[in-house]
T-cell receptor
């Protein structure tokens, strides 16, 4: 089983719709979870972090965490063409250094005007 | 505030040659990371520094890769000799806490 799994997509949604991105992880000891956005040819940019079960909202973004199911998701409301990018899920590796993140392969999101 | 700086931005070499990448982190950030991102995959941690000490280098191929961070600021990552499978983007990141800030990366092509 891969440590962090994401559907590679592409996920295509119309402008204004809700985009739902999902991520599962294998390390039950992980405590910190992150979503990064990466535009083509650019470096990853942090958009959300979540550390406890439940929802965390920031503008049009909502991160959801369920540690029992080892599942993290990212919802993007009112999707815009500028949201088209690859979204990387990252999970801290328990037992490792604090900054040791395991990244998934990413889900490519395409928002159609 | 200036971001993480990296150079060069692009590098093309032949296999068995050597190459070095440079990173200047955000001022005051004690933690510095080097990641390798192969096309179509997520970044993979190669090495993590806390000031000028190595915290984690468990995934660094030490037979060919080396890294140093002198004086706890700038860092260099070297590959010698390079292999075809080293073709990737090498990302440097720095942080004060769990939030990492990535540099623009160096795209390495090994022919």
């Amino acid at each position: 089983q891969k440590e962090v799994e994401q559907n590679s997509g592409p996920l295509s949604v119309p402008e204004g719709a809700i985009a739902s991105l999902n991520c599962t992880y294998s390390d039950r000891g992980s405590q910190s979870f992150f979503w990064y956005r990466q535009y083509s040819g650019k470096s990853p940019e942090l958009i959300m972090s979540i550390y406890s079960n439940g929802d965390k909202e920031d503008g049009r973004f909502t991160a959801q965490l369920n540690k029992a199911s080892q599942y993290v998701s990212l919802l993007i409301r009112d999707s815009q063409p500028s949201d088209s990018a690859t979204y990387l899920c990252a999970v801290n590796k328990s037992g490792g250094s604090q900054g040791n993140l395991i990244f998934g392969k990413g889900t490519k999101l395409s928002v159609k005007p | 505030e200036a971001g993480v700086a990296q150079s060069p931005r692009y590098k093309i070499i032949e296999k068995r040659q050597s190459v070095a990448f440079w990173c200047n982190p955000i001022s005051g950030h004690a933690t510095l990371y080097w990641y390798q991102q192969i096309l179509g995959q997520g970044p993979k941690l190669l090495i993590q520094f806390q000031n000028n000490g190595v915290v984690d280098d468990s995934q660094l191929p030490k037979d060919r890769f080396s890294a140093e961070r002198l004086k706890g600021v700038d860092s260099t990552l070297k590959i010698q000799p390079a292999k075809l499978e080293d073709s990737a983007v090498y990302l440097c990141a720095s942080s004060l806490s769990l939030v990492k800030y990535f540099g623009p990366g160096t795209r390495l092509t090994v022919l």
